[in-house]
């Protein structure tokens, strides 16, 4: 019985990789369209044209070959994340600043694909709700049924943004609550009389979780991830989670609402996996996943926005060099680091 040796890997081109990121995010976004509605579809348009858009009038700027490069994947996997990470009835031109600002100062500015230090997705989703934190709240109200004309209409801007059609999201509501009573609610009564939190974590956003699980697993199955940071995520976001609910399970929500809650499964496994602006070695992973699970908990329970997971990546972004220093293993035949 043959075999190939383990060093000899498959060819995979950059567009191949990309298209198959799409794909694992296919489950997810059907779970979320059939959440919110079609307003995440036409985000997601909006989102790849001005990427694409962006990405041409870059290249032309700097010399480089439009088809060869507008052909790769990246600005459309970068735009989908950024569509997925905004509340879907956002208006387009905040999606198209957000992307923009994401293949032009994040990507271009520091030298284009591979050169990136931080997260493109994540830098727009940092900037915009630091710049219009007001829109960057405004979600889907529970139950809100519109149809596509109407989305559209709210998302092009000519139909009014009403108040009533967008609330908190499960964590945002849950935090606000908490932090508002001044010890007044707990966590099981919030859970078991507010329709908001559904079955575990948000009513229909367990299976939006669950999606981006599927489309995670595949991807490491395809061996275009490693197990290292996805595990190391969820485990140090159910570690710490599960440790603060066992210490006070009335002021802390458990570790299955914070894994099924915001951005979570999409973090661990589409966006802390990114092989640019994260770790390279093994350890250096799972310091990584470890690092952004624990910030992101840290934020999201502690700090002053309602989900973490950007600002997290972000700040591991910036850590990554250095790990990579530390965990650098020995060079074959000799004990020590070179």
């Known amino acids: 019985m043959f075999a190939p040796a383990p060093f000899l890997l498959k060819d995979v081109s950059v567009s191949q990789v990309m298209i198959q990121v799409c794909v694992a995010l296919i489950p997810g976004i059907a779970a979320y369209a059939s959440l919110v509605g079609p307003a995440i579809l036409v985000q997601l ?7 694409l858009l962006a990405e041409a009038i870059m290249l032309k700027v700097r010399g480089k070959p439009l088809a060869l490069f507008l052909t790769d994947g990246s600005a459309i996997v970068t735009a989908w994340l ?34 990136n230090p931080f997260n493109p997705a994540m830098v727009a989703f940092a900037v915009c709700i630091v710049a219009f934190p007001a829109l960057m709240s405004q979600w889907p109200s529970v139950g809100l049924q519109l149809g596509l004309i109407d989305q559209m209409n709210i998302i092009l801007g000519w139909a009014p943004r009403v108040d009533t059609l967008t609330g908190a999201t499960p964590l945002d509501a849950m935090k606000t609550a908490l932090k508002l009573g001044e010890g007044s609610f707990d966590v099981t009564t919030l859970l078991a009389n507010q329709d908001i939190y559904g079955n575990f974590a948000g009513r229909g956003w367990e299976w939006v979780a669950a ?4 489309g995670g697993l595949w ?20 570690l710490i989670s599960g440790a603060l609910w066992l210490y006070n399970p009335g002021q802390f929500a458990s ?8 951005g979570a499964m999409l973090g661990a496994f589409f966006i802390a996996t990114d092989p640019v602006s994260g770790c390279t070695t093994p350890r250096g992973k799972l310091i990584f996943g470890a690092g952004a699970g624990l910030l992101a908990y840290i934020i999201r329970v ?10 997290a990546v972000l700040l591991m972004n910036l850590s990554a060099p250095l790990i990579d220093l530390l965990t650098q293993p020995p060079i074959f035949g000799m004990k020590d680091k070179a």
């Not at 009835?89 to 994401?102: E, R």
């Not at 502690?302 to 600002?311: E, L, Q, R, S, T």
């Open 219 to 238: 991807l490491w199955h395809r061996k275009l991830i490693t197990w290292h940071v996805p595990l190391a995520f969820v485990a140090s976001l159910s």
């Open 302 to 311: 502690f700090g002053g926005y309602p989900d973490g997971v950007a600002f």
């Open 82 to 115: 950024i569509a997925l990470t905004f509340p879907p009835l956002a208006p387009w031109w905040l999606v198209v600043t957000g992307t923009v600002f994401a293949v032009v100062v994040a990507k271009h500015l520091y030298g284009g694909l591979g050169q």
């Open 211 to 214: 999606g981006y699980l599927l």
């Open 255 to 262: 570790p299955l609402f914070h894994l099924l809650s915001g």
């Open 45 to 51: 348009v909006i989102a790849t044209l001005a990427a």
